[in-house]
């Protein structure tokens, strides 16, 4: 499925349409909870969701919860709106998530310059239509990163 097949346009904003294999997640989304793909086969966690695991391409991973806390892992300040209905400037990140997978999300709350590699942050969820909840992630200052003994 290409990319325009997998969008529709809300004031020309794209809007995601959930798939057979993403549909878990944006139901998930609605209810303001965070899930990723796992496989059992081999323990990853990923995402965009795919029909087999990246890791060992077993075909039987199910969706779990994610307590969508993470590290910004890169991000990118955008100015130029990629097309109608965006608000810029806005920070394009790829979000670590602690226990595991990496989303690509915005994040709120703050300035976009402000927004740094390392960052702590947590999702939070945004109403975009009736039938779509965006993730978003904001900074986090209640948690620490978790220690590993």
């Known amino acids: 499925m290409s990319s325009q097949d997998a969008m529709s346009s809300l004031g020309g904003r794209p809007v995601p349409v959930p798939t057979e294999l993403s549909r878990p997640f944006w139901e998930a989304a609605r209810r303001g909870d965070l899930v990723v793909p796992h496989c059992p086969t ?3 966690r ?3 969701p ?3 695991c990246p890791g060992c391409m077993a075909r039987d991973w199910r969706y779990v919860p994610s307590a969508g806390r993470g590290t910004v892992y890169s991000v990118t300040v955008v100015h130029r ?3 109608p209905g965006f608000d810029t400037p806005f920070a394009l990140a790829v979000i670590d998530l602690d ?3 990496a989303l690509l999300s915005h994040v ?3 300035d976009p310059d402000d927004v740094a590699i390392g960052m702590r942050v947590r999702v ?3 109403h975009f239509t009736d039938e779509i909840t965006l993730p978003y992630f904001v900074p986090d200052t209640t948690h620490e990163r978790p220690t590993t003994e």
Do not use: M, Q
């Open 50 to 52: 795919e029909p087999a």
């Open 124 to 126: 939070t969820f945004r």
């Open 46 to 48: 990923f995402f965009v």
């Open 108 to 110: 709120d709350a703050c």
């Open 99 to 101: 226990d595991g997978a």
């Open 42 to 44: 081999c323990g990853l």
């Open 81 to 83: 709106a990629p097309g």
